[in-house]
């Protein structure tokens, strides 16, 4: 029964972990090439630290 709701929360704890690697990943990126075009990240918001 609780086997459902499990799977549900480590699927998101999931998501969130690959979400907030990729973010990091990408604003390392950004800092390293010094910063891409703006519009290419509009959607994106501004990274927490910089």
């Known amino acids: 029964m609780g ?4 799977g549900k929360l480590k699927k998101f704890f999931l998501f969130a972990a690959i979400a907030g690697l990729v973010g990091a990943v990408v604003s ?11 519009n290419e990240w509009q959607e994106l918001p501004p990274p927490q630290g910089g």
């Open 3 to 6: 086997d459902e709701k499990g």
């Open 28 to 38: 390392f990126f950004k800092r390293r090439r010094g910063g891409l075009d703006d």
